[in-house]
């Protein structure tokens, strides 16, 4: 059963920035398309960023050109490098497949963006 252990969140002030990683339990990661989602509080889990397994990348408007998206199959990780953070960022972040067919979430790691 793959598993999903996303961290790297914490506290940061506007402006500020924040890399998030995500390790994936399993041997198939490197064939795998993968993705950074986010919830903030009272709205729906939406898709930021994904990757596909030979490293092509898609962006949501909100994060695209602060936000970067990569991986390392070697070590089954993918990363969620984010810079210029908005209070709107604020959010629980997962990784996940982009879709339709997910695994079973992680815990996600919780991102504050306040000063």
């Known amino acids: 059963q793959v598993q999903l252990v996303e961290s790297g969140g914490g506290l940061v002030q506007p402006g500020g920035s924040l890399t998030l990683s995500c390790v994936v339990s399993?041997?198939?990661?490197?064939?795998?398309?993968m993705g950074w989602y986010r919830q903030a509080p009272g709205k729906q889990r939406e898709l930021v960023a994904s990757?596909?397994?030979?490293?092509?990348?898609n962006y949501a408007d909100s994060v695209k050109g602060r936000f970067t998206i990569s991986r390392d199959n070697a070590k089954k990780a993918m990363f969620l490098q984010m810079i210029n953070l908005k209070p709107e960022d604020a959010a629980v972040y997962y990784c996940?497949?982009?879709?339709?067919?997910?695994?079973?979430w992680g815990q996600g790691t919780q991102v504050t963006v306040s000063s």
């Open positions: 990757i596909t397994s030979g490293g092509s990348r």
């Open positions: 996940n497949r982009p879709g339709p067919l997910l695994f079973y």
């Open positions: 399993g041997s198939i990661f490197s064939i795998l398309a």
